[in-house]
Antibody
Framework: EVQLLESGGGLVQPGGSLRLSCAAS????????MSWVRQAPGKGLEWVSG????????YYADSVKGRFTISRDNSKDTLYLQMNSLRAEDTAVYYC????????????????WGQGTTVTVSS | QSVLTQPPSVSAAPGQKVTISCSGS????????VSWYQQVPGTAPKLLIY???KRPSGIPDRFSGSKSGTSATLGITGLQTGDEADYYC????????????FGGGTKLTVL
């Protein structure tokens, strides 16, 4: 079964850091680009960051550029999101998602999503 | 505020057909493919349509997608109570803020 399982969320103070992980199983992880998408309470979906299958190319939303870093370890079938300088507006459920097509980050759609991990930034 | 505009809500009776629009511009929809997602509150999004009009395995043909110019449309026929959910369009944005983008979402109510 194709599956993504996020972990690492929690409560953190403004200015703090968290590292999210997304463990993949059931597919050839290195063959697919991956993304992080978040959803603030009561709000819509917001794309956060993405990475190609090889890990050579990374992409960020303006709202997180310079603060978040996406990476992957294809030997461990795991995607990461290092989040620094966290702000209250980063409070959200964070989903990892797999591209339906291909190793590059060209957009087609995201067909497998994790269950999400909640990040709360508050003092 | 998203660069992709969706109606906040739509409604229809069971068995009927509904369409959800997604309006963009030359920097997103016009030159990139569109996908559609269904999200039941409290659960992860589910891909319904990719590459404008393709359905992933397991998605019934009651769901269809189309694109024309700077707009895309999701169609759902034979509405079921289980279709009640939030629906999002998504594409690539090629302007100053490059990246993937989603519409604001449309709440579908099956009356």
């Amino acid at each position: 079964e194709v599956q993504l399982l996020e972990s690492g969320g929690g409560l953190v103070q403004p200015g703090g850091s968290l590292r999210l992980s997304c463990a993949a199983s059931g597919f050839t992880f290195r063959s697919y680009a991956m993304s992080w998408v978040r959803q603030a309470p009561g709000k819509g979906l917001e794309w956060v960051s993405g990475i190609s299958g090889s890990g050579d190319s990374t992409y960020y939303a303006d709202s997180v550029k310079g603060r978040f870093t996406i990476s992957r370890d294809n030997s461990k079938d795991t995607l990461y999101l290092q989040m620094n300088s966290l702000r209250a507006e980063d409070t959200a459920v964070y989903y990892c998602a797999k591209d339906i097509v291909g190793v590059s980050y060209a957009y087609h759609g995201m067909d497998v999503w994790g269950q999400g991990t909640t990040v709360t930034v508050s003092s | 505020q998203s660069v992709l505009t969706q109606p906040p809500s739509v409604s229809a009776a069971p068995g009927q057909k509904v369409t959800i629009s997604c309006s963009g511009s030359s920097s997103n929809i016009a030159n990139n493919v569109v996908s559609w997602y269904q999200q039941v509150p409290g659960t992860a999004p589910k891909l319904l349509i990719y590459d404008n009009n393709k359905r992933p395995s397991g998605i019934p043909d009651r769901f269809s997608g189309s694109k024309s110019g700077t707009s895309a449309t999701l169609g759902i026929t034979g509405l079921q109570t289980g279709d009640e959910a939030d629906y999002y369009c998504g594409t690539w944005e090629s302007s100053l803020s490059t990246g993937r983008v989603f519409g604001g979402g449309t709440k579908l109510t099956v009356l």
